[in-house]
């Protein structure tokens, strides 16, 4: 029931920057993690970045230093700021959302968003 809809994405040329989105509706309950994970063409899935319940964040090794992970002062949004882009960034980026409810777990995924990076 919960849904998850990213935005965000676009074409950006090596070493700029993109913030992405991702907007969480529905039945929201109990702690609740996030993460982005990203996926290019002819690779597995990837999971690039989490935040907890607590604001814990990490990154996979090759975005730390550049990415950055968040939640909106209304706890239904979460962010990724994504600076200095590389060509492997390129992938489509997906929010997903785990929630642990007195031990019931619930995921949601959201559709994606393409993010391009090229000269």
């Known amino acids: 029931q919960v849904q998850l809809v990213e935005s965000g994405g676009g074409l950006v040329q090596p070493g700029g920057s993109l913030t992405l989105s991702c907007a969480a509706s529905?039945?929201?309950?109990?702690?609740?993690?996030i993460d982005w994970f990203r996926q290019a063409p002819g690779k597995e899935r990837e999971l690039a970045a989490t935040?907890?319940?607590?604001?814990?964040?990490s990154y996979v090794d090759s975005a730390k230093g550049r990415f950055t992970i968040s939640r909106g002062d209304a706890q239904n949004t979460v962010y990724l700021q994504m600076n200095d882009l590389k060509p492997e960034d390129t992938a489509v980026y997906f929010c997903?959302?785990?929630?642990?409810?007195?031990?019931?777990?619930?995921?949601?995924w959201g559709r994606g968003t393409q993010v391009t990076v090229s000269s």
């Open positions: 997903h959302m785990s929630m642990n409810n007195n031990g019931h777990y619930t995921h949601a």
């Open positions: 935040i907890s319940s607590t604001g814990t964040t």
């Open positions: 529905g039945s929201i309950a109990g702690r609740v993690d």
